[in-house]
């Protein structure tokens, strides 16, 4: 069951005092003290190297090779990190969602040891930054999967289209913005039925604000989308925690896993 993570924030009576006696400019001294404490490379730019935490509760169960799955537990409250909202697609799609859905079973390419494809993977784990290259790393249900976002280059034309796509990056201040293209169609967009086709085109911003990674997806196929899907997360940085190589994805033996109902079933 996909559930939403809110933080709690305590204010002691002295702080509260002193933020309603704040002055008027006190929201930009917030935001200077912000980018004071965030990390930057000797080029300039924020230091988005670290290991960025986007599981919520406890991780799916390990499954050894040859055992049977048991959705039940692997889609128990706490595996999903948020409520992702749902892609909307134009009324003459919404029939092969839904039955898409009602069978994702067979058809949910995740269910076959699929790679997750860009946006469904979720934003990165692990980054490791250069100037001249960025790689997302990343700890799937799947297994273990890497992006390589170029710096300033353009796509490339002679490479096949791909679950992950060609990914080419550039700095808008002090926001990454990823561009992806080349993606196939042998992905969902999410859970639910949420197929895309080839012409899927996503856009990455992740921007750092002290030890918090804030990430922004936009998800764009006019061919089939009724309006864009977008998703923003905020992820905090984990300095005691590091990805772990995982077992070989391997299909399940389907006649012992149950049918799920939408709530039972989580996301990335």
Known sequence: MAIT???LLFISPVIANAQTAAPANAKKTQATEVSKTTPRLPDGHPDLNGQWHHRIGAPAPLIKPGESYNSKAAHAPGVSQFQEPAAVYKAEFQA??????AHSLDRDPSWSCGPPGVPRIGPPQKIVQTAREIVFLYDDLTGNFFR???MDKSHRTEIEPSAHGDSVGHWEGDTLVVDVTNLDDSTWLQDRGAFHTDKLHVTER???EGDNLIYEVTAEDPSVLAAPLVE???LPLMKDYEIEEAPPCIEKDRSNIPETSNTERSTR
């Open 232 to 234: 923003k997360r905020t």
């Open 96 to 101: 092969k969602v839904k039955d898409l859905d």
């Open 148 to 150: 390589v976002v170029r």
């Open 5 to 7: 993570a809110m933080g």
């Open 206 to 208: 992740l921007r750092r």
